[in-house]
């Protein structure tokens, strides 16, 4: 099985269903990394703990991570489950990116950038990354969020394990196309 369907299936089991392999998630969304490698093994994947590992550290991404004793697996952000990662609000730079597709900008540009099944928005620190996020969903634009006032005016953002910017509903007020 090639890397990149392992961390594709990873990203629906470990993010949105888990219930497809038979797995369950703790309220930080971990899971047992010998658990989920015997279900992965009984619907026919052949992986191991050796791959897994390569899949997690090369993931350019880093969309999963180990606990310290490599014994539990999670995903970094990104979750449609309800689990509470832990993060702590941070100061965020002055400006931060959203990519999306075109075809989004109507709404975006009236309604502001809601999380829909995802837990939080997710911005970008530089303009590069957001390209290649909205390239996933058709012509990318990039959006630049003027993410230091709206902290100032009280919105929370907390900074992923991956360094991902996550925070609730971008206003469109804040948001600026590039």
């Not at 989920?36 to 880093?62: I, P």
Request: without cysteine; neutral net charge.
């Amino acid at each position: 099985m090639k890397d990149k369907d392992i961390s594709k299936y990873l990203s629906l089991v470990l993010r949105h269903q888990p219930q497809v392999l038979g797995i369950t998630l703790d309220e930080s969304g971990w899971t047992e990394v010998n658990g989920l490698l015997e279900k992965m093994q009984q619907k026919g994947m052949n992986v191991d703990f050796e791959k897994l590992s390569q899949v997690v550290q090369n993931n350019d991404k880093q969309r999963f991570a180990f606990n310290a004793d490599q014994s539990k697996i999670r995903a970094s952000q990104g979750h449609s489950v309800s689990i509470e990662l832990g993060l702590t609000p941070v100061q965020p730079p002055e400006v931060l990116y959203h990519g999306t597709a075109q075809a989004n900008m109507e709404s975006i540009l009236k309604d502001g950038i809601q999380k829909r099944s995802r837990q939080h928005v997710h911005l970008s620190a530089d303009e590069q990354t957001a390209i290649k996020v909205g390239q996933r969903h058709g012509k990318p634009v990039v959006l630049q969020v003027n993410s230091g006032d709206m902290n100032r005016d009280g919105h929370l953002f907390y900074l992923s394990e991956n360094k991902v910017w996550l925070t609730d509903f971008v206003e469109a007020k804040y948001i600026q196309n590039k």
